[in-house]
């Protein structure tokens, strides 16, 4: 079998199998807006919205509190999954949509006679984990296919390349958020695909922005990812192929502006300008949607703190910033701009810690642009060094997708809450929390199911790893080093 596709498999399954079958209100915010295109042909989710609290509100309307190309990209497999439901047993429909309407109001969320618990709920709910299963997994093992591709460039030493692949994306946040449904991925993946595209001998320069283009349109928030990839090609392509460059990045983003005149009769109007609920609402006031000043505690909590710091949960990035000095001029320039400028322009936002999330998911697009200067200086770490990083990278981060996230009253939410948890419970997952309500499938079961989960996902990357054939004489490994 070829060697990406073991790589794709062994990261799609395993994101697979620790899915979660809802992800909260950052994945209904998407989830919501999918919905209501395909089954209103509307933008506004009036009739999602309570199941929510990520919301804009506008003129009369409820909106997703998100920029609009998740929601779109999960159109597809949501049209596939309408298709193959008119085969749903009537009775076993009405049996999930009495148990879901019973849960959510036995748990307070929601009242008796809320708009949301009279939609189909056995279709929304089962909808959602179809089209989760469809994006999350696929971009993850997408995304780390391209990571291998853009780490082969710099070394030869293929097991150094098939390991970090593998770290960038179950070593990182990237693996909690593949599990839910939330753009972090996806806008990874558009960051990392735009630099390579520009960074190979013959770039592909609209495709490359057209990538660059997407950033922002499934995240607008990230204009310094932009901006970097936007000073590489400044680098890199000749005034005619800037010109096309140029041209491809602006088309998502006309899309995006077209999408906040729909929404807000403004194109210059985003979702966060029209917060709705006090907590949304405090996150966004002050300066520009929330945007003032870095402060200090941001950035040290952005960066090496047990809350969200981004060296913490992936201590193999150290090797990254060491790296940078390793780099030629374009490729150090572009990265340096993207990492720093990202985590200044989050350190100055009010709600920087990402409230109930996992790790710094802000910077997932620009942390994962640091394994290509990890990838750089690998060669200088001693093995035992890097593949101790690599696993201790690996073990946060798994850790991270057994058990529900947790709020940011948690400053260090690893030692606090995961690893109690996975001393006193064992290895869990949300998979086995559904058999046991639906099915009623004993505990004792679940975790010997849940540690042979684990063990298998040890044994893959171990073979992948083991299998991977020196190949050190490559001499790109010499080429794109300082």
Same mark, same amino acid.
């Given at each position: 079998m070829h060697k990406e596709l073991k790589?794709?498999? #062994?990261?799609?399954?395993?994101?697979?199998?620790? %899915? +979660? $079958?809802? !992800?909260? +209100?950052? /994945? &209904?915010?998407?989830?919501?807006? @999918?919905?209501?295109?395909? +089954?209103?042909? *509307?933008?506004?989710?009036?009739?999602?919205? @309570?199941?929510? +609290?990520? $919301?804009?509100?506008?003129?009369?309307h409820y909106y997703s509190l998100a920029a609009p190309g998740l929601s779109l990209l999960s159109i597809p497999p949501y049209l596939v999954f309408k298709a193959l439901y008119v085969f749903m047993p009537a009775r076993l429909e009405e049996s999930i949509n009495s148990k879901v309407r019973e849960n959510y109001i036995g748990n307070g969320r929601f009242a008796a006679d809320d708009p949301f618990l009279k939609i189909n709920l056995a279709q929304f709910m089962l909808s959602s984990f179809f089209i989760m299963i469809f994006t999350g997994p696929i971009l993850a093992g997408l995304f780390g296919i391209l990571m291998y591709r853009l780490i082969g460039r710099v070394t030869g030493d293929e097991k150094i390349r098939t390991f970090l692949a593998l770290v960038s994306v179950l070593g990182t946040p990237v693996f909690? &958020?593949? @599990?839910?449904?939330?753009?972090?991925?996806?806008?990874?993946?558009?960051?990392?695909?735009a630099f390579y595209l520009l960074y190979t001998d013959s770039p592909n320069h609209i495709l490359a922005g057209l990538s660059t283009g997407l950033i922002l349109f499934f995240n607008f928030a990230l204009p310094f990812v932009a901006l970097g990839l936007g000073i590489y090609a400044l680098q890199k392509l000749k005034i005619k192929e800037l010109i096309f460059f140029g041209g491809a990045a602006a088309m998502p983003v006309l899309l995006l502006l077209f999408f906040n005149f729909l929404m807000f009769s403004?194109?210059? /109007?985003?979702?966060?300008?029209?917060?709705?609920?006090?907590?949304?609402?405090s996150y966004h006031e002050g300066g520009f949607a929330g945007i003032t000043f870095p402060s200090m505690a941001a950035l040290w909590g952005l960066s090496f703190s047990q809350f969200r710091g981004v060296f913490f949960y992936t201590p193999l990035l150290l090797i990254g910033l060491i790296g940078l000095f390793r780099l030629k001029r374009p490729e150090a320039t572009s990265i340096s701009v993207i990492f720093f400028g990202t985590l200044l322009f989050f350190a100055a936002f009010k709600g920087w810690n990402g409230a109930w999330s996992f790790g710094p998911r802000f910077l997932i697009p620009a942390l994962s642009l640091l394994f290509y200067p990890a990838a750089v200086h690998a060669d200088k770490i001693d093995r035992r060094v890097l593949y101790g990083l690599c696993a201790v990278s690996i073990f946060i981060n798994w850790i991270g997708v057994l058990y529900p996230m947790v709020s940011d009253s948690y400053k260090n939410p690893i030692f606090e809450?995961?690893?109690?948890?996975?001393?006193?419970?064992?290895?869990? /997952?949300?998979?086995? $929390?559904?058999?046991?309500?639906?099915?009623?499938?004993? !505990?004792?079961? #679940?975790?010997?199911?849940?540690?042979?989960?684990?063990?298998? %996902?040890?044994?893959?990357?171990?073979?992948?790893? *083991?299998?991977?054939?020196?190949?050190?004489? /490559?001499?790109?490994? $010499? *080429?794109?080093? *300082?």
């Open positions: 790589l794709f498999l #062994l990261i799609a399954l395993v994101t697979l199998f620790y %899915m +979660d $079958k809802g !992800g909260g +209100d950052m /994945s &209904y915010r998407y989830l919501d807006m @999918t919905h209501a295109i395909v +089954d209103e042909g *509307r933008l506004a989710i009036d009739t999602f919205h @309570t199941n929510t +609290d990520d $919301k804009a509100f506008y003129d009369g909690f &958020y593949s @599990t839910v449904h939330h753009a972090h991925v996806a806008t990874a993946f558009f960051a990392v695909l403004d194109p210059l /109007s985003f979702p966060h300008q029209h917060s709705f609920g006090s907590v949304m609402t809450v995961y690893l109690p948890k996975l001393f006193t419970e064992g290895p869990s /997952s949300h998979i086995s $929390k559904y058999l046991s309500v639906l099915a009623g499938v004993p !505990g004792w079961i #679940l975790l010997i199911v849940n540690i042979a989960a684990a063990c298998m %996902m040890a044994l893959g990357i171990y073979f992948l790893v *083991r299998d991977a054939r020196e190949n050190v004489t /490559s001499s790109t490994s $010499k *080429r794109h080093g *300082r």
